[in-house]
């Protein structure tokens, strides 16, 4: 049985590298020629495609919002420029936005997720994404076939007869969200089957929703089904997708991704959280530097399952949600993960400005074992968001309630 989807997930970093760097100058070629956009955005920038000969050099050009590319498709149906102005392919997808994509018609898209999570020829998969005004039907259709799995296109169609397929087909996996199967298991188990036992369903890969680290637990220690997650945006396809040591999701290789500051679009340092930017390698919709609005960071270290290219660390939350101290973000999400950990812990975060410098004060409530929670906090913290905290406070019962605010920004910028 094939380990990897192909040779390109095992090569070195080096020669991804220098691949991905002569596909971008192909790409640039090809989007200077026949994209109007492109040939905007260099000019606004006063750049030549000649300027741009690797992955760093895509910060010459600027990075484009999903609302900046509806924009564009509204004003210019149907890909606003983005490719040539005859293209020749299978279908287009439509999104609510409204964005219109053209099929690439890429073998690879979404397969890698689907291989890395172990489905092969043999396997009956629901794909219960809505096939219907979407692209997510499809594309995940094909993803799936790719991997050599047989697809049962069962969309969004009720959960009843998502029951009576997993049993009459003989299903061995489900694509879709995971509350959309949880909403399965239950109704099976109310039609009076017991999912782990009478059902064969024993693989997950979700797309689209987040994963809870306790819904995790109840799908594989209750049900017996294998979970993973692929990350995703319908403007560029599938970006990343986890392996099977579940510790971050590998990047696809046809992206190239950047984690950059929102405000600069310059890269972060290295391990730093900031937004998604990807540029899918093609040579038909030239949308250079999708700002996705996800915030993320890059594992570097080496993964175990073999694979080469570097991970994400899953998605810390959205760009507008979080708050920068000293120019790297804190997100709720990141707090609320402590907050889990910590049990019964109520704390919140204080963002002051002292002689041009941000100041972090954490507030801890605690009446007893007071240094102990404070090095527990401290190492929680530092673990999850790698900010410095520069004070923390323990403060008595009642100095704070669980309806305050997690993290209040104190800071005058006048
Ligand atoms: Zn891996």
Redesign the pocket.
């Known amino acids: 049985m094939k380990r990897y989807y192909d040779d390109g997930e095992t090569r070195s970093p080096e020669k991804r590298e220098a691949d991905q760097d002569r596909e971008l100058v192909r790409m640039v070629r090809a989007g200077y020629e026949k994209s109007v956009r492109v040939r905007e955005a260099f000019a606004e920038q006063g750049i030549e495609p000649a300027d741009i000969k690797t992955i760093d050099d895509l910060q010459k050009l600027p990075v484009i919002s999903r609302e900046t590319l509806v924009e564009w498709e509204l004003k210019e149906p149907p890909f606003g420029g983005f490719s040539a102005k005859e293209i020749v392919t299978e279908r287009i997808f439509i999104s609510p936005g409204p964005v219109y994509e053209p099929h690439l018609m890429e073998n690879s898209l979404w397969g890698r997720g689907y291989h890395?999570a172990g489905f092969r020829t043999g396997d009956i998969v629901l794909n219960a994404f809505s096939y219907h005004m979407v692209a997510a039907g499809l594309t995940f259709h094909e993803g799936l076939r790719s991997a050599g799995a047989t697809v049962v296109p069962s969309g969004t169609s009720g959960t009843e007869i998502q029951v009576s397929l997993i049993r009459d087909l003989g299903v061995t996996g489900f694509t879709g969200t995971p509350s959309f199967l949880k909403a399965i298991i239950e109704k099976a188990e109310d039609m009076g089957h017991s999912f782990k036992n009478d059902f064969s369903l024993r693989r997950a890969v979700f797309v689209a929703e987040p994963l809870q680290p306790s819904l995790r637990e109840v799908f594989e220690t209750d049900y017996g089904i294998d979970t993973y997650q692929m990350y995703g945006a319908t403007e560029v396809g599938d970006i990343a997708y986890e392996?099977?040591?579940k510790?971050?999701w590998?990047i696809c290789e046809e992206v190239i991704v950047e984690i950059v500051d929102p405000s600069t679009g310059t890269t972060v340092e290295e391990g730093a959280l900031g937004e998604v930017v990807v540029t899918r390698l093609n040579d038909m919709f030239f949308l250079f530097r999708f700002g996705t609005g996800d915030l993320s960071r890059i594992i570097k270290e080496p993964?175990?399952?073999?694979?080469t290219a570097v991970?994400l660390d899953g998605i810390a939350g959205r760009v507008g949600d979080a708050v920068k101290v000293r120019g790297l973000f804190v997100t709720p999400s990141q707090l609320n993960a402590i907050r889990n950990e910590l049990k019964d812990v109520d704390f919140q975060l204080v963002i002051t400005r002292e002689s041009y410098r941000d100041h972090l004060t954490v507030k801890i409530v605690a009446e007893k074992d007071k240094e102990e929670i404070k090095n527990r906090f401290g190492t929680l913290f530092h673990n999850i968001c790698t900010v410095k905290i520069d004070t923390i406070e323990v403060i008595e019962k009642g100095g704070l309630s669980k309806e305050d605010k997690l993290i209040v920004d104190k800071r005058n910028w006048k």
């Open positions: 890395a392996c099977i040591e510790k971050g590998h993964c175990s399952c073999g694979r991970r």
